[in-house]
């Protein structure tokens, strides 16, 4: 009797406890700050691309909110030195939190990854510096993406994600910068190509905003 009382608000209570765990994964998963502090992991790739993230601020808009643009999250700046905060898909959607740091003559200074969460070992070696040096250097029209034929697709046998891994091989393999005489080929990770597209898109979004701040000065 004592245990048929006590078993619905015990199994209510897991229930509870099992969604409130959800709740607080998916908040974290997609949370973007927007009150235009400096959160640690911020302040870590800032020190990782400039050697200190002192002086840095997020810039506002005029509404006093935090400056944004197509892709970018957020803009910070010492005032000389600039990084764009980037969240970009990966293998995961949204699975990429980038820091691009911008010259001021436009240029990468370097990609630092605040957070990612494509699959550990294989979509997670795009964060190591063997990747992401490839990026320092590249400038607006030398990262543009040129237009490639549309690839034609094979018949193979594997699972969904390996088919679209292939496919996004194929069409990675043709990428290379999108004005005339650029020397820039994404060199993809193996077996991580859409984390490998993801960054590329990410400081592809870093650059543009860039043009944009500097075509409003």
Request: hydrophobic letters at 40%.
């Amino acid at each position: 009797m004592f245990g048929e009382k006590i078993k619905p608000p015990l199994v209510l209570t897991l229930i509870c406890i099992i969604a409130c765990g959800l709740l607080v994964a998916a908040y974290e998963a997609t949370y973007v700050d927007s009150s235009g502090i400096i959160t640690d992991k911020l302040a870590a790739g800032l020190t990782e691309l400039y050697g200190s993230a002192d002086g840095f601020e997020m810039l506002k808009d005029q509404d006093g909110t935090v400056l944004t643009y197509d892709g970018v999250d957020s803009v910070i700046s010492d005032g000389s030195s600039i990084a764009f905060e980037v969240t970009a898909d990966g293998y995961s959607s949204g699975g990429l939190h980038l820091l691009v740091g911008v010259s001021g003559s436009g240029s990468v200074q370097g990609v630092s990854v605040i957070e990612i969460s494509d699959t550990p070992g294989i979509g997670t070696r795009v964060q190591n510096d063997s990747f992401l040096s490839q990026f320092r250097g590249t400038t607006p029209d030398s990262i543009k993406a040129q237009q490639t034929d549309t690839v034609k697709a094979k018949a193979v046998w594997g699972s969904h994600q390996e088919i679209v891994r292939l496919t996004m091989d194929a069409e990675l393999a043709k990428l290379d910068g999108g004005s005339s005489g650029s020397s820039f080929t994404l060199d993809a990770e193996t077996g991580a190509t859409l984390s490998s597209n993801g960054v590329y898109k990410g400081v592809q979004a870093a650059l543009a905003a860039y043009e944009s701040m500097k075509g409003g000065e």
